[in-house]
């Protein structure tokens, strides 16, 4: 169902395209240059026409798109983490909290509140 939603999206973006292309947003455009559909449709119902292909369309993809997003079809791989697996269960359980040896520099020196080793 997502390749047919993928289909239906492309075509709707070449039928937006050549659409736009014809349309010009002050009624010439390549419209303008087929005087023989100005003379049965008139040039105002063209330019209408045209407005609502646009609207339509880009409604169309619109909800092609969204249609497409929600048929995405899921794989069958577990999608684990890559760090899962990747650490020792000991290490994780070790319980024996070793203390923590500051260099001196780092040491509890009561009156040095500027931090020059003096």
Do not use: H, Y
């Amino acid at each position: 169902m997502f390749i047919v939603f993928t289909v239906l999206i492309s075509i709707t973006c070449v039928l937006t395209i050549l659409v736009v292309l014809v349309q010009n947003s002050k009624g010439g455009g390549l419209a303008a240059n087929f005087s023989s559909s100005n003379q049965i449709m008139g040039v105002r119902r063209t330019t209408d026409f045209l407005e609502k292909a646009t609207w339509i369309l880009g409604a169309a993809l619109i909800v092609f798109s969204l249609l497409a997003g929600v048929t995405i079809p899921s794989s069958d791989v577990n999608n684990n983490s890559r760090l899962q697996g990747q650490f020792d269960q000991s290490v994780l359980d070790n319980t024996s909290m070793q203390p923590i040896t500051l260099p001196e520099s780092f040491g509890g020196e009561e009156g040095n509140s500027e931090g020059d080793g003096k």
